[in-house]
């Protein structure tokens, strides 16, 4: 039977024959986290050097790398059937879920996120609509939240920004269900965001658009924090790193971001690239109280 660590560090985002639906113990949703993976294709505008989506030849055997509009029917259809395996129990009377202990059998989230950027899908906005119209007609979703994971990419278009914000913040502030954007900053200053993020966005452009972003949605910040011991291409995330990311991040509160947490969290999973490794227990406190003391928002730490 597995370990919670083990459980924790399992991400396999098939299940059965499923293309979209798969579920996952997050520790962080403190539950079961339905994943929607709305990138089968594997396709991501970012090349995170902590990805754990494997894009080498090897890892793409088997998969069609042409994005196929959404099957938004079979989607809901495979929610639904998972939703009910988690009610029912049926998904802990197997591995690996058998393992998981008695509080955490519970759904916690349906989470847009997966092998790829959800919001460069353009059936993104569709796919939202069918979930939100879903879980108003279904009583055992009543409840439960919808979480976007993000690179943020796609929020970058205005028009996709005010299609979310009226969906998951009407009045500006979350429903009863308390919707959420878990929205990842990574990085601070153009070194560090080619070194971990890997985009071919140009820095400048690329935070103007998260500042103008965050000054409009109330989202979570999630910041990977990840050693990389490669000898000619070394990251220290208690360098200078830290310092940009505290300052970056206080300028945004001091222009009035309504951000509502920050997560930092370190590398659970094995990474593609073996240099690539978690910052200790230690390391990571050490970075939260260094930020604590610059910057006023509730941060949390996930290692
Ligand atoms: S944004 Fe997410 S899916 Fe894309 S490369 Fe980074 S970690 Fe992977």
Known sequence: ??????????????????????????????????????????????????????????????????????????????????????????????????????????????????????????????????LLEHRSRKTDLLG??????????????????????KRFFPGGAPTSHNDEVWFKIDAADPESFRRIDQSSIPFDRYWSSVTETLLELPVTIQTMVCEIRNPRSPFDPLGEWRSQMAEHIRNLLDQGAPIREWHLYTVARKTPDPSVLPLSPEGMDCLRQFFQKKVALPIRVFS
Request: glycine share 8%.
């Open 144 to 165: 439960i939240p919808i979480r976007l994971i993000t690179n943020g990419t796609g929020l970058f278009r205005h028009s996709t920004r005010r299609a979310l914000g």
């Open 1 to 130: 039977m597995e370990t919670l660590k083990t459980l924790y560090a399992l991400h396999d985002r098939s299940y059965q024959d499923n293309r979209y639906v798969y579920p996952v113990l997050s520790r962080r949703a403190g539950g079961i986290s339905v994943g929607i993976n709305l990138n089968p294709d594997k396709g991501c505008n970012f090349d995170c050097v902590y990805c754990q989506v494997d894009r080498t030849p090897s890892g793409m055997v088997g998969i069609d790398p042409l994005h196929r509009p959404t099957d938004i029917p079979l989607l809901l259809e495979e929610l639904n059937h998972l939703t009910e395996e988690i009610s029912s129990g049926a998904l802990f009377s197997r591995a690996p879920f058998e393992g998981v202990p008695e509080n955490l059998r519970k759904m916690a989230d349906i989470a847009l996120s997966g092998d790829g950027e959800p919001t460069m899908v353009p059936e993104f906005l569709p796919v939202l609509d069918a």
